[in-house]
């Protein structure tokens, strides 16, 4: 029933900016972290940058400094900031939840469906 919708995805000049936003639908309950992934071609997926109910923010070493995640306005919903952007930032971006666990459940995962970003001059 929870689905992940990113949006923001697209190309750019190296040195450009994009920003890109995630929103989580059919959701009862707040989630208690949301991040980004991305995966280019031919290599593994990787986490870029994760924030936690609590404001917790980290950051792959490739992107601290460059890249800032915040949560939205709306519950569960998370963005990122994404300046100075680089050829190798070059990547589908996945958005990620994570819905913690209770008395009752065990943790659930949710995964958006991607978004292309693409730095190229």
């Known amino acids: 029933q929870v689905q992940l919708v990113e949006s923001g995805g697209g190309l750019v000049q190296p040195g450009g900016s994009l920003r890109l936003s995630c929103a989580a639908s059919?959701?009862?309950?707040?989630?208690?972290?949301m991040a980004w992934y991305r995966q280019a071609p031919g290599k593994q997926r990787e986490l870029v940058a994760s924030?936690?109910?609590?404001?917790?923010?980290d950051y792959a070493n490739s992107v601290n400094g460059r890249f800032t995640i915040s949560s939205g306005a709306a519950k569960n919903t998370v963005d990122l900031q994404m300046n100075n952007l680089q050829p190798v930032d070059t990547a589908v971006y996945y958005c990620?939840?994570?819905?913690?666990?209770?008395?009752?459940?065990?943790?659930?995962?949710?995964w958006g469906q991607g978004t292309q970003v693409t730095v190229s001059s």
């Open positions: 059919g959701t009862i309950f707040s989630l208690f972290k």
């Open positions: 990620y939840g994570l819905k913690g666990m209770t008395l009752q459940t065990a943790e659930e995962e949710y």
């Open positions: 924030i936690t109910v609590g404001g917790r923010t």
